[in-house]
């Protein structure tokens, strides 16, 4: 029996384990992307997405020098897949240094980008930027209005230089991903009301 401030034997042993299901499947996510073993980055993800061990496995792949074109299209499609990967990793600092070595950069124009994003008010207050952002100024209104139904929303504009640009053009929503950290000026173009939502 545990005493006052201890953890019972069977808690910390399963805890354990599961810190050591998680370095594993990481390192199996290491592996596949290292040796370029695109047929197994599906199998690796469910592994990752089983034991919470997505944070180890961005950890490890933005250490890496580079991988191949077909582990890039391989993580695209579990990009577009596990649409909450950032909330799953929850470092955006670890996120976006592994993203810089997984996205294809497929953006070839010199030229900055204008985009928006549908965002909490709190993501521009605290300049704590996602990812996802669209061409389309319409699109970011839809997601802000989807996240007024929870927490105040805005919609957020900036030209994106071509550094910051990690993949454009994707998917049906003029979705492009970025990397927050190499964007210049971010401006909030419009604060949504509850009004606005239609409720």
């Known amino acids: 029996m545990a005493t006052e401030g201890e953890i019972p034997k069977e808690w910390a042993a399963k805890l354990d384990k599961e810190d050591a299901d998680a370095q ?28 919470d061990g997505w944070l180890l496995a961005m950890c490890r792949v933005g250490s890496l020098p580079k991988v191949t074109a077909e582990i890039k ?8 897949e596990h649409k909450n990967l950032p909330l799953s990793v929850g470092d955006h600092r670890i996120m976006a240094k592994a993203l810089r070595i997984l996205m294809p950069r497929n953006y070839e124009g010199e030229n900055p ?8 008010a709190k993501e521009y207050e605290e300049r704590n930027y996602g990812f996802s952002w669209s061409t389309h100024r319409n699109i970011a209104w839809n997601f802000a209005a989807q996240r007024q139904k929870a927490v105040p929303a805005v919609v957020l504009k900036t030209l994106a230089p ?7 053009g994707y998917y049906d929503e003029g979705e492009v991903v970025v990397d ?15 009004h606005d939502t239609g409720s």
Not at 113 to 120: Q, T
């Open 113 to 120: 980008l204008r985009l928006y994003r549908g965002a909490s």
């Open 162 to 168: 071509a550094k910051a640009i990690l993949l454009k």
């Open 180 to 194: 927050p950290f190499r964007l210049e000026t971010v401006q909030c173009v419009e604060c949504l009301s509850k």
């Open 73 to 80: 299209q391989a993580f695209v499609n579990v990009w577009v």
């Open 24 to 51: 594993e499947a990481a390192e199996a996510f290491e592996r596949v992307c290292r040796e370029g073993d695109a047929a197994l980055m599906r199998n690796a993800c469910g592994l990752l997405s089983e034991t």
